[in-house]
């Protein structure tokens, strides 16, 4: 039976790092909403499901989602292993894809490239190419990653620990550590990032304040030439135009 692929992207407007980022502008949307244009062009997708906390401060996001036409899931704020879980439960995921919406131009062939791999494995696992694994030389936060429902069902099952609770990642592999959780358990792979952009190096979260704006930059440079620019429009432009400013 074919396998039903979800991804499910967390966005919450009380970051402790930089508080109300998920509605920063971005070439004159939220940045949650240019999230979402980007993943809704992925062509391996089943459903995009936006899973925010279940709080009146995060009320804007669920208009967000829903004027983005993509499905919203309110959940725990702080659990989120509870809140996928729930999300991937209520959508019917086979396949949980996870995306944080601090990553704001995920690249949809990637996502697409991940899934592709993640679906030919004949085992159960944990997939990603959202940053470097086993030298993958992946830019940091163009792709996604991918994990079994199942896998996920008994983290949320087992695992008490605070840190794991609220890093979904943590139940599986460690990028800090560079280690998986348990391999036995739930094998850790990833596929070589192509050629044409090879680059580590290039950090495409936004978590600080200096973040946003290089991303803000970013955006107000690409967008209104190409709205549907690409990960080597955005090297060209890191490479060749981007102003470091003051």
């Known amino acids: 039976m074919k396998k039903r692929v979800v991804l499910i992207i967390q966005a919450r407007m009380g970051s402790s790092r930089l508080p109300g980022k998920s509605m920063m502008d971005l070439a004159g949307a939220?940045?949650?909403?240019?999230?979402?244009?980007?993943?809704?062009?992925?062509?391996?997708?089943?459903?995009?499901?936006?899973?925010?906390?279940?709080?009146?401060k995060d009320s804007v996001l669920k208009f967000l989602g829903e004027q983005s036409g993509v499905k919203v899931f309110a959940g725990s704020e702080s659990d989120l292993v509870e809140r996928?879980?729930?999300?991937?439960l209520w959508s019917k995921a086979?396949?949980?894809?996870?995306?944080?919406?601090?990553?704001?131009?995920?690249?949809?062939?990637?996502i697409d490239r991940i899934v592709d791999h993640h679906l030919s494995l004949s085992h159960k696992g944990f997939s990603s190419n959202l940053s470097v694994i086993d030298n993958s030389e992946y830019p940091d936060g163009i792709g996604a990653e991918m994990f079994d429902f199942s896998l996920l069902a008994e983290a949320w099952e087992k695992n008490t620990n605070p840190a794991q609770r609220e890093h979904?990642?943590?139940?599986?592999y460690n990028y800090s550590t560079s280690q998986p959780v348990d391999s036995s358990w739930c094998p850790i792979?990833?596929?070589?990032c192509?050629?044409?952009f090879r680059r580590p190096d290039l950090i495409l979260d936004v978590n600080t304040q200096e973040q946003y704006e290089f991303m803000k930059q970013l955006y107000e440079s690409l967008y209104p030439i190409n709205p549907n620019f690409s990960i080597t429009d955005i090297i060209?432009?890191?490479?060749?135009?981007y102003q470091i400013e003051g």
Do not use: M
């Not at 060209?236 to 135009?241: A, I, T």
């Open 30 to 56: 939220p940045l949650v909403s240019r999230i979402l244009e980007r993943v809704k062009r992925c062509n391996r997708l089943d459903d995009i499901v936006l899973a925010i906390p279940d709080t009146e």
């Open 168 to 172: 979904v990642h943590l139940n599986f």
């Open 236 to 241: 060209d432009w890191y490479d060749n135009k």
């Open 84 to 88: 996928y879980y729930q999300a991937a």
């Open 189 to 192: 792979s990833t596929v070589k």
């Open 194 to 196: 192509p050629e044409e």
């Open 94 to 110: 086979d396949i949980v894809g996870r995306l944080p919406a601090d990553n704001a131009t995920p690249e949809p062939s990637e």
